[in-house]
């Protein structure tokens, strides 16, 4: 069976490190990125199984990254990528959970994250056992 790839979009890069290690522990294929934007193009071009996005990013937000990955791309013939999960984490308000969920959020988490329960999470929507 091939591993479940996964996208890391985390401007800390010892969180996204942490993160690397504990996802391929539990056998995923770990793919990253430090930038919204960038992010975005990545989960274009690789179409990962499921997405952990920060909020608070540098040249795209995770907000307006979220939209760009559910909604975006029409105009340009290109399928918005409306069925991967996304994991939103933030060090911020819960309160912006509901307005994540809204735009098409899977999972909404706040840091510090246990790491241990977001592998289990992912495994469960990816129905890995």
């Known amino acids: ?35 919204g934007d960038e992010g975005v193009e990545m989960a274009r071009e690789e179409s990962p199984d ?5 909020v608070f990013l540098p040249h795209m937000d995770g907000f ?28 911020r308000a819960p309160m912006m959970e509901e307005m994540f969920r809204l735009e098409g959020a899977t999972e909404f988490m706040t840091k510090p994250i246990d790491i241990k329960s977001l592998v289990q999470k992912l495994e469960k929507i990816l129905k890995i056992s």
């Open 1 to 35: 069976m091939a591993k479940k790839k996964v996208l890391v979009i985390e401007d800390d890069s010892e969180l996204r490190e942490l993160i690397r290690i504990r996802l391929e522990e539990s056998d995923f294929e770990v793919i990253m990125s430090s930038r």
């Open 50 to 54: 499921a997405i952990i996005l920060d």
């Open 64 to 91: 307006t990254a979220l939209k760009e990955i559910r909604y975006g791309e029409k105009s340009k013939g290109k399928e918005p990528l409306k069925d991967i999960p996304v994991f939103v984490m933030t060090g």
